[in-house]
């Protein structure tokens, strides 16, 4: 990021021997490690076009590579790094406006946003809708108000996101931009269940893991359906969607929610083995793992571990949760804990939850399409 550094105002240094010496010293670093890994890759194609750059002037070259590298990061869950190399990319950019320019607030509003950073979120969000306006690129002004709607929803105020993504999915499906309509769809699920619209949740999930084209968007989406479908107490198609989910090439990030609703799933099933497991796996990553993650794992565990009858284990983690969501601006999953935890504390001395593993539902005619599809994807996946 310092030989970026270098371009950030569209001149070179009047020590070109010196830039051409940082070049090729950085390049054969990266090349002097071993094993090659990803990040290296990406590392090496940045210092391959800065010395294009070098030669050329030609600074708007180094945004690709940036970007791709901001994007591997935030899928590692290395919110921090990705930050920076956004930061940097921007100092590129000297006034202009382009598609770059757009996708880097973009991304830089979803990173703020898994931080927990919601106010810098909105302002970088709304920065990519003026800018994707000024240039005509009707596709990014989209993406910017479904990302809007997204803080709102983290925010608390679910109703406000749901008119939010109608707005979208109606003006996407008007502009017959299926990427768009993809998100908005996937988002609108969301907010559905945690409106206690699980049967709608479900559909528009699905519906949404079928209409992406990027694998890790159709993980996330199928994750969802499985929790979705495990609130409705369908829990052997939960399974079978969070196992399929999990099992897809997933980014660790996706991977982390995953197996967050595995231990809640274990839980339920009275299944102490599976839950353990699922525990040890998070506790490895939870330093990594961004602010509304953090919170909904300590939810999750907290309640699983009231559920075998440790409940003031279960209460000090349901504790932590209040925390880190008050301290995030977390507002729906504060609710959430507040509740468990009380309910937690007026039983205490009771039996709080039967010691049998919850009963599978029959599912509503609705959802059988859904589910038969599911047991299609888990035959075919085998």
């Not at 969301?190 to 893991?209: K, P």
């Not at 499985?226 to 198609?237: D, I, M, N």
């Not at 980014?251 to 040890?280: G, K, N």
């Not at 983690?317 to 880190?324: D, F």
């Amino acid at each position: 990021m310092r030989l970026v550094d270098q371009f950030a105002h569209d001149r070179l240094p009047p020590q070109l021997a010196a830039v051409a010496y940082q070049i090729r010293a950085t390049r054969d670093f990266l090349r002097g490690l071993h094993p090659p890994t990803v990040e290296g890759n990406h590392l090496l194609e940045i210092v391959r076009v800065a010395e294009g750059v070098r030669d050329d002037r030609k600074v708007r070259l180094l945004w690709p590579p940036l970007l791709a590298f901001a994007f591997w990061l935030e899928n590692q869950l290395r919110l921090a790094e990705a930050l920076d190399v956004l930061a940097t990319g921007l100092s590129l950019s000297h006034g202009e406006v382009g598609e770059e320019e757009v996708a880097a607030h973009l991304q830089l509003g979803r990173v703020l946003r898994l931080s927990g950073r919601f106010p810098e979120a909105e302002e970088s969000y709304a920065e990519a809708g003026r800018l994707a306006s000024r240039i005509g690129d009707a596709h990014s002004a989209l993406l910017s108000r479904i990302g809007h709607a997204k803080v709102v929803y983290y925010r608390g105020n679910l109703p406000e996101s749901e008119r939010l993504l109608l707005w979208v999915l109606k003006d996407a499906r008007r502009a017959a931009d299926a990427d768009a309509e993809a998100r908005a769809c996937h988002d609108l699920a969301t907010t559905h269940h945690l409106m206690g619209r699980l049967a709608s949740a479900v559909q528009l999930a699905f519906e949404a893991f079928r209409a992406y084209e990027e694998q890790p968007r159709r993980t996330r989406a199928l994750s969802d359906v499985g929790v979705f479908l495990k609130e409705l107490g369908h829990y052997s198609a939960a399974k079978q969607a969070l196992l399929l989910a999990l099992h897809r090439d997933a980014p660790p990030e996706s991977q982390a929610r995953t197996v967050v609703e595995l231990l809640d799933l274990a839980a339920l099933m009275q299944d102490r083995i599976s839950f353990e497991r699922w525990r040890r796996e998070i506790t490895g990553v939870y330093d990594r793992l961004p602010p509304d993650e953090r919170a909904e794992f300590e939810i999750k565990l907290g309640y699983g571990l009231a559920c075998f009858e440790r409940r003031a284990e279960g209460e000090k983690h349901l504790r932590r949760a209040i925390a880190l969501a008050e301290e995030g601006g977390l507002g729906e999953q504060a609710f959430r804990a507040e509740a468990l935890l009380r309910d937690v504390q007026e039983n205490c001395g009771k039996p709080w939850l039967s010691a049998v593993p919850a009963a599978e539902v029959e599912p509503a005619p609705e959802l059988r399409t859904t589910i038969e599809s599911l047991e299609v994807l888990a035959s075919e996946a085998r």
